[in-house]
């Protein structure tokens, strides 16, 4: 008798370097809440009386202000592949998380809550703005995804220099297009996400320098950051420009710290594991109803500590939050799983029914 082999399905297979990048960009994210969100941006004043803590503040902010253009880079990277169900898992995430927020305010301060909590749960208060604009880049990848397909290599590269020289003269130099947001901005998040695929579809040179060329080019960008803003808050009080999304930098430095990432070589299940739920980490200290909490925390060390004691105190709580977030998320993806077979549960005995007369149809024939 003629054995026959069934086919298997091939399972997909993460790179755990690039989910690794994941979770570092996530971890950065908290880390400029802690800095610049949690804690007041140094001033004129601030600088010239405190140089060494200012210092260590832009530094700071210099090392993780490109982890938002990090994330969304990484979509395009992979490209997103618009699922109904994917679409649907994400908001169920959202809506968990947020529920989660109001009952822990509930609990430990009840006056916070005020008539914004339907606004909260929709998204409508803008806490979440980077899951308003991500939904938004979601529904219109199908578009983003067949320019990509159709456009070859120089045409996809003349639509890039275009756009993000516009956005260099209108958006960040000038800002005369304040709908630019300086990339807090659906069309920002467009091009960074174009950017990404572009970078993994059509390789040049910049794209395969050495690792450690890319890390270099990383930290160089952290000292002229550092550098640059703390010499134009020293004397002219301004310099937060730098820090713009949208600052070619920042995107610089983005770009050359997920090139990095790429050219690591990590198999893990325990990283692969934790980024699957590394959108948590954001989802809890952003909602203003718990990000309150995280916020007066971090001040208040900052207020009553020594600097160092502050550094480690901050440098825990924001690993604490990390790794709690994603645990969290973990009973989530269980929640989620069980609606899920509760969904198909019902659907089930209706599908059997149209199988069974499809069946009956076919021996009938």
Sequence with gaps: MKETLTPVKAQKVRDSNMELLRLV?????????????????????????HPQSALLMFMTEGFSICAVNLFVLLSGWYGIHFRAKRLAELLFQVLFFGLLAIAVCAVWAPQQLGHDVLAHLLMLTGDYWFINVYLALYLLSPVLNAFVEHADKRQFACVLVAFFAFQ???????????WLMAGYSLPSFMGLYLLGRFMRLHPIRLWQLNRWADLAIYLAIVAILTVGVFALK?????????????CPLVILQAMHLLLLFSKLSLH???????ASSALAAYLTQSSSFIGVFYDKIILNWFNNEPRVQFII???LFV???????????????????????????????????????????????
């Design 234 to 246: 020293r004397h002219t009080g301004r310099g937060g420009v730098l820090y713009f999304y949208i």
């Design 268 to 274: 893990s299940r325990v990283v692969n594991w934790l």
């Design 25 to 49: 960009a996530m971890l950065l994210v908290l880390v400029v809440h802690a800095n610049f969100r949690a804690l007041p941006v140094p001033d004129m004043r601030y600088t010239q009386v």
């Design 168 to 178: 260099f003269v209108f958006g960040w130099a000038t800002e005369a297009s304040r």
């Design 313 to 315: 105190y901050t440098g």
């Design 319 to 365: 690993l604490a939050v990390f790794l709690g977030s994603i645990l969290i998320d973990k009973v989530r993806t269980l929640l989620w799983r069980l609606v899920c077979k509760q969904i198909e549960g019902a659907s089930g005995p209706k599908h059997s029914k149209l199988m069974n007369k499809t069946q009956v149809s076919k021996v009938v024939k």
